[in-house]
C-alpha cells in the first residue's frame, strides 16, 4: 500500500506498480522534460551500473537493432535525470508521464509514448523505480498521466556514481534558441517560422554563448532567510509548474531569444527579443548578489532608466542621469520620515507603463509590487501627469505601445555585451539589462556596455553598479 498524509491512496502489485485512485495523486506530478541530461563522468558512470540491472529483467529473445540501442540509451539518460531532478528539488518527487506516444509527437525522434513507458517498466522490474499508473491530469487534450519516482537502490547508485543536484544539466536544442511568440503574457502561442540568416547568426552566437555557460561552475549558497523567500517565489500557485520545490533548481543556464510579434500570420523579429531561460534572471535580487562564477565573487552592473533614456536619444536629446526622480516625491518621502528614494520604484513602474501601454491603455492602473508604494496624498493618476510632464520632451512617445520596440534594441546590446566579452574568455551573466560577471573583469564588463550603447545611439549611457 502506499500512503500520504496517512490515507491510503492505491495498491500496489507484485511488479511494484500501483494503480491510482482519485485523491490526493490526483494532477500529481513535474512532467518529464527531455531537456534535463546529466553531467560527465557521473552520468556515463551511472548509466554504466544501470544497464546490468535493465538487461538481467528485460530477457529479450533478440537484441535491439543499433539505432533503438542508441535511442535506449539516451532515454535512459533521460529518465534518470528527471526522477534525480524531482528527488533532488520536489516534493512529491514524482515525474509524470505518458504511456502512448500521441503527447510526444512534436518531441525529438527517439523519444515515443511507448517506448518510455517499456523502459519506466523495466526499471521498475529491476527495482529502481516506482511506476503509478492512470492519475488524472489537467489537459483534457493530452489524457491521463502516469508516473515514476527512484527507489532507495536507484538513491544508492547514484551516490556510489558521485550524482549530485549539480550533476543535472539542461540541453537548450539550437533550433529552439530563437523564439517568435504571439499573444498576451498568459496565453501567448508560439509562431512557427522558417530560418533566415539573421535568425541562424542570432542562434550561433547564443549556442556558443551556451557552451561556454556550460562549462562554469555558477552558484549561489543563499542564507536561511534568503532560501526562503525564493523557495516561496517558485511555489508561486499561478506560476508553478509540477510539484512544489523543497530546493531551488541552478540546472538552466541555457540562453534563448523570445520575440513578440502582434498576430501569428506576421513573422517580424521587430519587437522583443530579450534573453530569457537562465534560472538566474527569476532569482530574486537578494540571490543575485551572492552568486559565484567558478567560486569568485561577483558584481553587477545596470544600465540605468535604459527605456526612457533611449527615447530621449533617440530624438537627440541629452538626459539627466536619474531619469526616475520627481523633487515632489522626494519631498513627500522626507516628510513622512522615509528615505528620499522610497517612493521611486513607485514612479519607476508608472513610467515603464507609460511607454509600454497603448493608446486606449490606462498605465495609473498598473500592477504593483510589494515594495512600490506611494505618498498617501498623491493619486496614481496624478504621478502619471507628473511624469508626463517632467519628460515633455518624449511625451509623443508615450502610451505607444514603444516598449516592445525597444526591448529589440536593448536585447540586441545584451547580446553585443554577451558575445564581446564571452571572445575573450569572460563569462557574462545577463538579466535584461544588467550583467553579472567575476569582481575582476567589471572594468572589462563596464567598457563592453558602454562602447554598446555609445555606437548605437552616439550618446553616453548611465551604469550604475547594483549594492553588494
Request: charged fraction near 25%; charge should be positive.
Amino acid at each position: 500500500m502506499i500512503e500520504l498524509a496517512d490515507k491510503t491512496i492505491g495498491n500496489t502489485d507484485e511488479a511494484g506498480k500501483t494503480e491510482v485512485r482519485a485523491g490526493p495523486y490526483s494532477h500529481s506530478g513535474t512532467f518529464f522534460d527531455h531537456r534535463i541530461d546529466l553531467r560527465e563522468p557521473e552520468g556515463a558512470a551511472l548509466m554504466a551500473r544501470i544497464q546490468p540491472l535493465i538487461e538481467s529483467v528485460e530477457h529479450r529473445k533478440r537484441a535491439l537493432k543499433p539505432q533503438d540501442q542508441r535511442n535506449r540509451e539516451k532515454l535512459l539518460r533521460k529518465v534518470s535525470a528527471n526522477a534525480l531532478r524531482c528527488f533532488f528539488h520536489r516534493n512529491p518527487a514524482r515525474v509524470a508521464y505518458f504511456r502512448r506516444h500521441g503527447p510526444y509527437d512534436d518531441g525529438p525522434s527517439w523519444l515515443n509514448g511507448k517506448a518510455l513507458s517499456n523502459l519506466v517498466d523495466l526499471l521498475c522490474d529491476a527495482g529502481l523505480m516506482v511506476v503509478q499508473t492512470g492519475f488524472g491530469v489537467p489537459s483534457p487534450k493530452k489524457g491521463r498521466a502516469s508516473s515514476f519516482e527512484l527507489t532507495d537502490a536507484f538513491q544508492v547508485l547514484a551516490f556510489e556514481c558521485g550524482i549530485s543536484a549539480h550533476s543535472l544539466v539542461f540541453e537548450q536544442a539550437n533550433e529552439s534558441l530563437v523564439k517568435l511568440r504571439t499573444g498576451k503574457e498568459n496565453g501567448r502561442e508560439r509562431v512557427r517560422y522558417s530560418p533566415t540568416s539573421q535568425t541562424e547568426h542570432w542562434s550561433s552566437q547564443l549556442a556558443a554563448i551556451n557552451s561556454l555557460l556550460a562549462s562554469q561552475d555558477i552558484s549561489v549558497s543563499p542564507s536561511s532567510d534568503e532560501r526562503r523567500h525564493w523557495l516561496a517565489k517558485l511555489n508561486d500557485p499561478e506560476k508553478r509548474k509540477g510539484m512544489p520545490y523543497v530546493r531551488p533548481e541552478q540546472i538552466r543556464t541555457s540562453l534563448f531569444r523570445s520575440f513578440t510579434t502582434r498576430s501569428k500570420d506576421i513573422v517580424a523579429f521587430a519587437e522583443g527579443g530579450r534573453l530569457y531561460g537562465p534560472w538566474w534572471t527569476n532569482a530574486p535580487k537578494g540571490i543575485r548578489k551572492a552568486i559565484q562564477i567558478n567560486g569568485k565573487p561577483t558584481v553587477e552592473l545596470d544600465y540605468s532608466s535604459l527605456h526612457l533614456r533611449m527615447l530621449y536619444n533617440e530624438k537627440g536629446f541629452e538626459a539627466e542621469d536619474d531619469l526616475y526622480r520627481l523633487e515632489l516625491l522626494t519631498a513627500l518621502a522626507q516628510k513622512h520620515g522615509l528615505n528620499e528614494d522610497a517612493y521611486r520604484p513607485w514612479v519607476k513602474r508608472h513610467t515603464q507603463a507609460l511607454i509600454n501601454c497603448s493608446p486606449n491603455g490606462r498605465p495609473w492602473t498598473c500592477k504593483l509590487e510589494v515594495d512600490e508604494i506611494g505618498p498617501p496624498e498623491l493619486e496614481r493618476k496624478e504621478l502619471v501627469s507628473l511624469i508626463a510632464a517632467k519628460h515633455h520632451l518624449i511625451a509623443d512617445s508615450f502610451m505607444s505601445g514603444a516598449g516592445l520596440r525597444l526591448q529589440k534594441i536593448d536585447s540586441d546590446i545584451a547580446l553585443e555585451v554577451v558575445f564581446s566579452l564571452m571572445q575573450e574568455g569572460i563569462v557574462v551573466l545577463p538579466v535584461h539589462d544588467s550583467f553579472l560577471v567575476q569582481s575582476d573583469h567589471e572594468a572589462r564588463l563596464y567598457a563592453a556596455m558602454h562602447n554598446a550603447y555609445c555606437e548605437r545611439f552616439g550618446f553616453q549611457p548611465v551604469i550604475t553598479k547594483k549594492a553588494g
